[in-house]
């Protein structure tokens, strides 16, 4: 089955050791998201890929970074993790066709920072 | 910029019992979808609503969109224990390209 796959389900790093999450698609989606949810708010949007080109949302922090090295992968790094940091980081990705903008999220990795 | 605003916050029910979901906005949306997040998990799209006065079912749930197309209503009958989560409905913003808006989230308990 088409999916979007996050790796790992649950990350734990210490306070300002980097730390990179990582996630797949087999939908071949061009556009790829990363979000940010802490406990039952709306996930809220840290950036996207259209295809190659990276928009970021004006206040996601320096320390959140994103790479995209193909269709299939895009990675969140994040430089020097706070406690502020942990929450659930979910990716999810869209067909730019339509007005829907429908989108298919992974399960998410839940980041503690210790 | 536009919100989508999304009542009750909490709702907790017993099994067996209905419920209605708001999702309400000053802006004119041209659709707008509704996720069920599971604990723990990611949300999965449960349905997409894309013309005014649009109503949708799935199995217990109707979807419906407002005439003006600046809100929407989740209806479960019947709620069981598996409809347990959050809620989020979510829409385009006029000129945010390839973004949705969420709304504030509902998040919804049914005991058995």
């Known amino acids: 089955d088409a999916m979007v796959i996050q790796n790992p389900r649950y990350q734990v790093t210490q306070f300002g050791k980097p730390v990179t999450l990582s996630c797949s698609q087999t939908?071949?989606?061009?556009?790829m998201y990363w979000y940010q949810q802490k406990s039952s708010q709306a996930p809220k949007l840290l950036f996207h890929y259209y295809d190659k080109d990276f928009n970021n949302e004006a206040d996601t922090p320096d320390n959140f970074q994103s790479r995209r090295p193909n269709t299939s992968f895009c990675f969140l790094d994040i430089r020097s993790p706070g406690l502020g940091d942990a929450a659930m980081y979910l990716c999810?990705?869209?067909?730019?066709?339509?007005?829907?903008?429908?989108?298919?999220f992974g399960p998410g990795t839940r980041l503690t920072v210790t | 910029t536009q919100l989508l605003e999304q009542s009750p916050q909490f709702l907790s029910i017993q099994e067996g019992e209905n419920l209605t979901v708001y999702c309400n906005s000053s802006s004119v949306f041209s659709s707008l979808q509704w996720y069920r997040q599971e604990p723990g998990e990611g949300p999965v799209l449960l349905v997409t609503?894309?013309?005014?006065?649009e109503v949708k079912k799935l199995k217990r749930l109707t979807f419906q969109f407002g005439d003006a197309r600046k809100d929407s209503s989740l209806h479960i009958t019947a709620a069981q224990p598996g409809d347990t989560g959050l809620y989020l409905c979510?829409?385009?913003?006029?000129?945010?390209?390839?973004?949705?808006?969420f709304g504030t989230g509902t998040r919804l308990l049914v005991s058995p």
């Open positions: 999810a990705t869209s067909r730019d066709l339509g007005l829907a903008r429908e989108q298919y």
């Open positions: 979510a829409g385009p913003p006029t000129g945010g390209f390839q973004k949705l808006v």
């Open positions: 939908l071949n989606h061009n556009v």
């Open positions: 609503v894309v013309t005014g006065g």
